[in-house]
């Protein structure tokens, strides 16, 4: 049964053209994360949700956006995509924070043209 | 920010071998989880550590949380192919959560 969901797992877009990924829940859990991994490196937190509390991480660029309309639906929108932008990018849910395990959906890899 | 390093960087091991990642920090740290990713997976939850000293185990894993909980260790037993994957350790302050850098493990048939 599918827990975290991402779709698609696979996005292609153009330089300079706006992207949106979506993440989606069953756990109803409080809290939502988005992730940016790139090749052979660890995922990088980008911001979480605690509810409709929003978390930005200090060196996240702005370029980097996010929304959660309802406890099970969490995006992140992407400006204005950049070469640089291309990675795989991770939602992930827990059900609070602090010592929590965190939940990891497949993902979705990103492609900028 | 804070960091969490991992030695080594890579690992390859003959099926059969025993394995061992560390996680170091320059700072006591509250708790420190572990994680599994599969190539082209994404991270899975192992386990989580708390306590100073602590040790767990499951089946061939075994996980460590130093006596200054500045650093954790994962052992695993006697590898196998179903252990390839690159292995993070994780640190989640409530306000804070980051990957180590991750140790990926190569197990040769």
């Known amino acids: 049964d599918a827990m975290v969901i991402q779709n698609p797992r696979y996005q292609v877009t153009q330089f300079g053209k706006p992207v949106t990924l979506s993440c989606s829940q069953t756990l109803n859990h409080n809290v939502m994360y988005w992730y940016q991994q790139k090749s052979s490196q660890a995922p990088k937190l980008l911001f979480h949700?605690?509810?409709?509390?929003?978390?930005n991480e200090a060196d996240t660029p702005d370029n980097f956006q996010s929304r959660r309309p309802n406890t099970s639906f969490c995006f992140l929108d992407i400006r204005s995509p950049g070469l640089g932008d291309a990675a795989m990018y991770l939602c992930?849910?827990?059900?609070?924070?602090?010592?929590?395990?965190?939940?990891f959906g497949p993902g979705t890899r990103l492609l900028v043209l | 920010g804070q960091q969490v390093m991992q030695i080594p960087q890579y690992q390859h091991v003959q099926e059969g071998e025993d394995f061992t990642t560390y996680c170091n920090s320059s700072?006591?740290?509250?708790?420190i989880q572990w994680y599994k990713q599969r190539p082209g997976g994404h991270p899975v939850f192992l386990i989580q550590?708390?306590?100073?000293?602590e040790v767990k185990k499951q089946k061939r894993l075994t996980f460590q949380f130093g006596e200054a909980k500045k650093n954790s260790s994962l052992h695993i037993t006697a590898t196998q192919t179903t252990d390839v994957g690159t292995y993070f350790c994780a640190v989640n302050t409530g306000n804070q959560f980051y990957f180590g850098t991750g140790t990926s493990l190569t197990v040769i048939p």
């Open positions: 550590l708390v306590k100073s000293g």
């Open positions: 700072t006591t740290l509250s708790n």
């Open positions: 949700y605690y509810d409709k509390d929003f978390n």
């Open positions: 992930a849910t827990s059900r609070g924070l602090g010592v929590e395990t965190q939940y």
